[in-house]
């Protein structure tokens, strides 16, 4: 305020009149909604929604000058998008209601301040810079709610990215952002000689886990696979999560289909290895497939690499499981030819 001009009395006597009917006020607004308990709850979302600009406006009235302060909704504006304990209630409410419920609040309060100017005999220019300043702070409400909301979108946004491409139960990367990175490291292939590998592993076991352990039991072991399989790998290379019992890890310079089976072999053992499951006495004994797919030569789609990596590890499930099958895929006819197959199996 500034100490050189004198404060008309008529807004302090405003304030307090005001100030005395912020229950009144809290109820009108809520009116239309009443048919929710959450709604007429002072304390909820509801209540600090209407509480906390009627709060700026009660405190411009007794302490602000109106040269001085023209604009009241500064703390309330920002205590509007963060109330106590740093949550939104945009997501509570919803934006219809919360534009509703600025307008109603315009209304009721710029009401109530001519009854009680009336009333009390305050003037006509302490009464306009009173209601100037009430929609003021329903515009600027509204102005924060739109900024909360862009905020709210955004961040869902990249929320729903990060779904389509991070595993929520293992945390490895979804079937998409392999597929993206495949696609990537086959369109390198025309710029340096060595070549990829993609190798599928299926837990053969899985089924038998879930009828036996129920569903915890199932992601308890899917999450162990994944993060030993995780383990095994390059900080470049990608695991991922490819289907209900199925990964997925894409490997980089590679040379051979013999290198390919080498590390299928040794992340089918590191992954067949006894898993701790809830409510199993003991470590639960699983076994996996392993299927992979070599590619040297630049042209491929990553879709059908994928499917002839997934195809090996079908054919060596169907052997009877426990078994690494690894193709390289032909220039032409990836899907169809394989100029080599290795078969591994562990010794009895």
């Known amino acids: 305020m500034r100490p050189d001009r004198e404060r ?23 009116h239309p909604y009443v048919g929710a308990a959450a709604a007429s709850s002072p304390g909820g979302p509801l209540g600090q929604e209407m509480s906390l600009p009627t709060q700026s406006i009660v405190r411009w009235l007794r302490t602000a000058h109106p040269a001085a302060d023209p604009a009241p909704h500064g703390a309330a504006h920002e205590a509007h998008c963060r109330p106590p304990g ?10 219809t ?39 003021d702070t329903s515009r600027a409400t509204l102005i924060e709610l739109a900024e909360c909301c862009d905020a709210e979108l955004e961040s869902l946004h990249h929320r729903l990215a990060d779904l389509a491409r991070r595993d929520p139960l293992t945390g490895l990367a979804t079937r998409a952002a392999l597929l993206d ?15 990829i590998a993609l190798i599928v ?10 009828e036996r352990y129920g569903r915890p039991g199932a992601d308890a072991v899917l999450v162990e696979v994944g993060s030993r399989l995780r383990g095994r790998v390059r900080p470049g290379d990608l695991v991922a999560r490819i289907g209900h ?6 490997f980089e310079d590679l040379i051979s289909p013999a290198e390919a089976e080498r590390r299928a072999v040794g992340l089918r ?52 499981g426990d078994r690494v099958n690894v193709v390289e895929v032909d220039r032409g006819r990836p899907l169809v030819v394989a100029e080599r197959t290795i078969g591994w199996k562990p010794e009895s």
């Open 245 to 250: 019992d199925e990964l997925a890890i894409l």
């Open 97 to 135: 209601r919360l534009v509703e419920l600025a307008l109603r609040w315009d209304e009721v309060v710029s009401r109530m301040l001519s009854e009680e100017a009336e009333r009390l005999g305050v003037g006509p220019s302490v009464l306009h810079a009173a209601t100037s300043a009430v929609s």
């Open 181 to 195: 990175q495949l696609d990537l490291a086959l369109a390198r292939l025309s710029r340096q000689p060595d070549g």
């Open 8 to 30: 008309d009395p008529g807004y302090a006597a405003l304030g307090e009149a005001l100030a005395a009917r912020s229950e009144e006020i809290l109820r009108e607004c809520q």
């Open 86 to 95: 740093g949550r939104s209630d945009v997501t509570l409410l919803g934006v």
């Open 269 to 320: 053992a590191s992954a067949a290895a006894p898993v701790p499951v809830p409510a199993a006495i003991s470590p639960v004994r699983i076994t996996v497939s392993a299927g992979g797919a070599t590619v040297r030569l630049p042209g491929k789609r990553p879709e059908d690499v994928l499917a002839q990596a997934g195809s090996a590890m079908s054919s060596a499930r169907q052997a009877g």
């Open 201 to 210: 592993v299926g837990i053969d076991d899985l089924a038998t886990v879930n």
